[in-house]
């Protein structure tokens, strides 16, 4: 089977100047009717922290962040005049995000930027694309790092987060830290909204909101997992090749990683 590497990217000056599209403050919906139902505003909150957690190997928490990448590309796209869509960054120290699987959860990959950072550099990292101000949607992806939930590593990510926080609402940016509920936490992260999922059967998903920064907490949301997990068209035509600073290209040889002053 042909496999589809995510490109290097090309160049990342052009990203600077890529206008932040959308009403600023109004949540960004997920496109599926189940799961923003599910949602207290209908949609995830813009400038603010989200972490989705769900066990190892569930993948949804994978397709819930590709729901919102896809609608924050559509979203743009409808109301720009060149029909452009908005950048997404996703941030995979474990390397496990599959572009096949984005191109059929809808993404444009030529608008996707995908860093795949050593695991101790994940943090800063994110705080740096993030303050660029480039992205409607960044995706940090820790639940497939080892040692992620271990105490020193949590210190740190708490300190992180609140700089995540600072950079999203000055910058209105969506960000979606993947994490994994196997393992027990003593104290959560100071995110705006934690959403917990779970697989209590093959053919539902049940969605928890564990804490949101208005109280708005709810129990097991069922919700069916073809939801989720459809395929879909992309975004902005066929395209079938993305941004990366670590990936491999057909065309041309991989490229430093130049971070975003």
């Avoid at 705006?192 to 129990?219: C, H, N, V, W």
């Avoid at 997990?229 to 991989?254: I, Y």
Wanted: charged letters at 20%; hydrophobic letters at 40%.
């Amino acid at each position: 089977m042909a496999s589809f590497p995510l490109s290097t990217v090309d160049p990342l000056e052009k990203l600077r100047t890529t206008p932040q599209l959308g009403p600023r403050a109004k949540p960004l919906p997920l496109g599926i009717q189940s799961l923003d139902a599910a949602l207290p505003d209908a949609g995830l909150p813009r400038g603010g922290v989200v972490e989705i957690g769900s066990p190892a190997g569930l993948g949804g928490a994978t397709r819930l962040a590709l729901a919102a990448c896809v609608s924050a590309q559509r979203v743009s796209a409808n109301k720009s005049i060149d029909g452009e869509c908005a950048w997404c960054a996703w941030i995979d120290s474990s390397n496990t995000l599959y572009a096949p699987g984005a191109i059929q959860a809808g993404i444009d990959l030529e608008r996707l930027l995908v860093v795949r950072p050593d695991p101790e550099d994940i943090a800063r990292i994110a705080v740096r694309i993030t303050t660029s101000g480039v992205f409607s949607v960044v995706v940090i992806d820790r639940s497939g790092v080892p040692g992620a939930e271990l105490g020193n590593t949590r210190a740190r990510w708490t300190i992180a987060v609140r700089r995540l926080a600072l950079a999203a609402e000055a910058n209105n940016t969506t960000i979606l830290l993947l994490s994994t509920t196997s393992v027990a936490r003593k104290e959560s992260l100071p995110t705006a909204m934690r959403i917990e999922l779970s697989r209590p059967r093959y053919d539902r998903l049940s969605l928890r909101i564990t804490k949101d920064r208005r109280g708005r907490l709810s129990g097991p949301i069922a919700i069916d997992s073809r939801d989720l997990f459809r395929v879909r068209q992309a975004t902005a035509g066929s395209s079938v090749t993305g941004s990366s600073v670590t990936g491999s290209s057909t065309t041309e040889p991989p490229k430093t990683l130049h971070l975003l002053p």
